[in-house]
């Protein structure tokens, strides 16, 4: 194993005083492994807050800040943070709006932010909970219950972010990010498997000449494992199964993320994008906004995830609204 680290079991912290180091528009705190802005909340604003494993950045933590996230809670590397870091961050951000827990569809994700939730109502904080299960490759696992959450959290966190930023209340911002999630599906491939820091090794053996097919961001098994194919082909397969699951006719608008999975150049995403923006025009719809780029990543894994959301008038608006994160920025 070679990787830029000083101990497997120091990964994330060393991690977080990077963050700390390199964003001064964050504020870290260590101890209690939560991001959250730096300057505290704004009073009278719904609260975003949104975590899980380490290892996907820079979700979560890349996208705390304006028109985003207010907080954020890092796991371990591929590992739920606790309720007691989902408790912190709620009471770090909430000034009486309340807060929207943004959610994956992971066993312990889900477990664990229930659980700050009730907590958090003993504390008189409401809490409204966006649960995404974008992933069409599979459904249920011994990781989760039902499809996974990968690619469309982006996309619930920028809109519902940029809804509470111009004074959406509670139910209006959970509802919105609920209907993001329902109007978008996500499938990946992947042409390596990671390597996480305490195994050293990589999660599954996987052929220089294999691909796995509908993969998970853990690494998890995905619907086959296949001959390696040239990129339009792995896109088809893709939008296939994405297309197959969604209602998208002639003349629908939608965004649309080619997220690199950690291993993957720009170049590479470039390719297949341009692979998918062949196919949707074929068939008359329409790419409205695109985000090209590594954005729910899977450690060191090669591959790609695709995302397409249905997106409405309101979405393409509050997608437009000004953002300023380190991992996202425009209109600022």
């Not at 800040?65 to 739920?80: I, N, R």
């Amino acid at each position: 194993m070679k990787k830029l680290i000083n101990a497997p079991e120091s990964v994330l912290a060393d991690a977080l005083a990077g963050i700390a180091a390199a964003h001064p528009q964050l504020a870290v705190d260590k101890k209690a492994k939560i991001i959250t802005r730096a300057g505290g909340a704004a009073s009278g604003k719904v609260a975003l807050v949104s975590g899980g494993g380490s290892g996907h950045e820079p979700l979560h933590g890349g996208f705390v800040g304006h028109g985003m996230l207010s907080a954020a809670c890092p796991g371990e590397v591929f590992t739920s943070p606790v309720p007691d870091q989902m408790l912190a961050a709620a009471r770090a951000v909430d000034r009486g709006a309340g807060v929207v827990f943004i959610v994956k569809n992971y066993t312990g994700d889900v477990m664990n932010f229930e659980m700050a939730a009730d907590l958090a109502a003993d504390d008189g904080i409401s809490v409204a909970t966006v649960l995404v299960d974008d992933d069409v490759a599979v459904k249920d696992s011994t990781w989760t219950a039902g499809r996974r959450g990968t690619g469309a959290t982006v996309l619930v966190e920028k809109i519902a972010g940029a809804l509470a930023e111009a004074g959406g209340d509670l139910a209006a911002v959970a509802e919105l990010g609920t209907r993001v999630n329902k109007a978008s599906r996500s499938f990946a491939v992947a042409l390596t498997a990671c390597t996480t820091p305490a195994s050293g090794k990589p999660g599954f053996d996987l052929g220089e000449d294999e691909m796995e097919v509908g993969v998970g961001i853990h690494g998890e098994p995905g619907r086959s494992r296949e001959k390696l194919r040239p990129a339009a082909e792995i896109v088809g397969i893709a939008l296939d199964a994405i297309l197959a699951d969604h209602d998208l006719t002639a003349g629908d608008e939608v965004i649309v993320l080619a997220n690199g999975l950690g291993g993957t150049p720009l170049i590479e995403l470039y390719v297949a994008f341009a692979e998918v923006a062949a196919i949707l025009a074929a068939q008359g719809i329409r790419i409205a906004r695109s985000l090209v780029g590594n954005y729910v990543t899977s450690l060191d894994m090669a591959g790609v995830s695709l995302t397409v959301c249905k997106a409405d008038e309101q979405m393409l608006a509050l997608w437009d609204a000004p953002v300023n994160t380190p991992a996202l920025r425009w209109g600022v």
